[in-house]
């Protein structure tokens, strides 16, 4: 191609540095700025040896960053230089803001940076088509902020966010909220249990809706794996019905009581809607507790609301739960086991 003046100058053009001849030895370590240096072939050198510059491939050959001449130099032989001219294809070092994202070969990811005005830098993935794509960008300038994140190691499971230690790392847990873990449904039972569904959080909710075939009152336990915790619970509360407030009490039961007592046959078969929390079962040096609300209508008129608060007496880690009656069976509804994080 025609130039008007000098052509320019392309290839990384570099003189290598002195070699001193051994007598006797016919190979050498090239290098450049005292680092070894490997050049494509022998024909990207020009070597001149005792004033000759010496045919590549026939003088001398390259092996990585060895050449050897085609016969051991002597004590006077001198290597005036060594020039290299170059990689293949090398175009030296491009000069600044001369590289376009187009001529990048991953041509879906298009990086940005700074204008020096009030566009910050971000890194934009396109879709296949190049027609669109989205951004992680940089905070502003007046922000001051440099810091680095760093990517987790493993694979996400379901339901997980990216959240910080606090120095940059990155791992996939909670982020806050509620997580539904099981819904067991009622339908003509004694009891029912969550046995072993009470881990990898600290805390749970539990919703329920509970349906009688008796005027009964729920019972609540703890499991410790398949075992059934039957001794030592004490449990509090208060209930309100119509103008009538009484209170819950009970020490050293075997199980912790939802609710009052009533006698209403409308009562019977209403279901008990309500919730409790569990605090922190899985440590095994402290009590579980457990703290909750729920209603019922006891009669057409008489709405009751009861608030209790159970825990069992030994430190144990429990995992699951279980829901009985007093007498009777459960006929309907469903219990709702959510993780908090």
């Known amino acids: ?9 392309i290839g990384a053009y570099k003189k290598l540095d002195a070699i001193t001849v051994v007598n006797g030895q016919a190979a050498y370590t090239l290098q450049s700025g005292s680092a070894n ?103 502003p ?8 994140l760093v990517l987790p190691s493993t694979a996400p499971s379901a339901n997980k966010a990216l959240i910080t230690d606090g120095s940059g790392n990155l791992s996939f847990g909670s982020a806050g909220g509620l997580t539904l873990l099981n819904t067991t449904t009622l339908s003509s039972s004694t009891s029912a249990t969550l046995q072993g569904l009470m881990t990898g959080y600290d805390n749970y909710l539990v919703l329920y809706k509970l349906t009688r075939s008796t005027n009964s009152i729920p019972r609540l336990t703890f499991l410790s794996g398949a075992t059934e915790l039957t001794s030592g619970y004490h449990s509090q509360g208060v209930y309100g019905q119509g103008s009538t407030v009484g209170s819950l009490g009970d ?14 046959s409308y009562g019977a078969t209403a279901p008990v809607s309500g919730h409790f929390y569990v605090i922190d079962p899985d440590d095994a040096s402290d009590l579980t507790y457990v703290v909750g609300q729920n209603a019922l209508w006891s009669s057409s008129s008489n709405l009751v609301i009861n608030s209790f608060t159970g825990s069992s007496t030994t430190a144990q880690a429990q995992d699951g739960l279980k829901f009985a009656l007093s007498t009777g069976n459960y006929v309907d509804g469903f219990i709702k086991l959510y993780g908090i994080s």
């Open 1 to 9: 191609m025609p130039y008007i003046g000098k052509q320019p100058e």
């Open 251 to 264: 020490d050293g039961q075997s199980f912790i009581n939802l609710t009052s007592t009533f006698s209403s």
């Open 37 to 139: 240096y490997s050049p494509a072939s022998a024909n990207h050198l020009i070597v001149s040896l005792n004033g000759i510059v010496q045919s590549p491939q026939s003088s001398y050959n390259v092996s990585g960053s060895t050449i050897s001449f085609a016969s051991n130099l002597v004590t006077g032989d001198s290597i005036d230089f060594i020039l290299a001219l170059g990689d293949v294809l090398d175009i030296g070092t491009p000069s600044d803001n001369t590289v376009t994202n187009d001529k990048l070969a991953t041509a879906p990811t298009i990086i940005s940076k700074g204008d020096g005005g009030s566009t910050d830098g971000a890194i934009q993935l396109n879709c296949s088509q190049n027609s669109h794509g989205v951004k992680i960008k940089s905070p």
């Open 141 to 148: 300038h007046s922000a001051g902020q440099s810091y680095t």
